[in-house]
């Protein structure tokens, strides 16, 4: 039989607050994933369109409808927040932004322009 100890467990993640700084290195590692397999679904578009139209056509048929659409806009998300989180991590390769207030408010920027640039880029791509 098993001893049981009437010791408390060890706490888990969901009774941690983790602050904007780390929730946003996991964002970073989980977006770059995302862009892997969104960058698939380019390739498959592009190799479509270099086989021919029948292909082309079902390939744009499926990026066209409302999961595809929904698909390409987590994408270009993803691709604005890896790039604008990229950026703030070569900030701190200069040595600046250490500041605990410093990285939260480059942490808000990150994420303002990361909604930003995806909305401007879906206005001026479904205006076109």
Known sequence: ???TDNRPLS??????????T???SISHRATGVALSVGTLLL???LIAAATGA????????????WFGMLLMF??????????ANGIRHLVWDAGY??????AEKMGRIVLVAAGG???LAWIIGLSV
């Open 1 to 3: 039989m098993a001893k």
């Open 11 to 20: 706490p888990h993640l969901q009774v941690y607050r983790l602050p904007l």
């Open 22 to 24: 780390a929730l946003m």
């Open 43 to 45: 390739a498959w578009w």
């Open 54 to 65: 029948e292909s082309f056509e079902t390939v744009q048929g499926f990026l066209g409808s």
């Open 74 to 83: 987590g994408w270009s998300l993803a691709l604005f927040y890896h790039m």
């Open 97 to 102: 932004g250490f500041d605990i207030k410093q």
């Open 117 to 119: 640039l995806t909305l």
